[in-house]
Nanobody, 122 residues
Framework: SQLEQRGGGYAQPGGSLRLSCTAS????????VAWFRQSPGKKREGVSL???????PFYADSVKGRFTTSRDNSNWVHLQMDMLKPEDTGVYYC?????????????????WGQGTQVTVSS
């Protein structure tokens, strides 16, 4: 199975971008799908997770109220990123794991996308 990512690019502070992820061979509605990012000089961190767990979706504190993750009926998972800040800059990865997931431990995710650059700068 492979993950395909779309979206990302460049935005000014306060702007918006959207990332999307789909999979060949997987019906994403049956899995937990997370977004991670790796910012320059930092470790990769979990940003959002949509799963079957009560309370889903889950967000990192740094993006709560600004980012929204959702599924659609065409096997895509999206990350809508609003009110972007320069510290949101990084390479974003979608990752797929079990439907029970509620945390961002990377070992819990079996499939990873290729990564997409997001740059927020004035």
């Amino acid at each position: 199975s492979q993950l395909e990512q779309r979206g990302g690019g460049y935005a000014q502070p306060g702007g918006s971008l959207r990332l999307s992820c789909t999979a060949s061979g997987l019906f994403l509605e049956y899995y937990g799908v997370a977004w991670f990012r790796q910012s320059p000089g930092k470790k990769r961190e979990g940003v959002s997770l949509i799963s079957k767990q009560e309370g889903s979706p889950f967000y990192a504190d740094s993006v709560k109220g600004r980012f929204t993750t959702s599924r659609d009926n065409s096997n895509w998972v999206h990350l809508q990123m609003d009110m972007l800040k320069p510290e949101d800059t990084g390479v974003y990865y979608c990752a797929v794991g079990g439907s029970w997931l509620r945390e961002f431990g990377e070992n819990s995710y079996d499939y990873w996308g290729q990564g997409t650059q997001v740059t927020v700068s004035s």
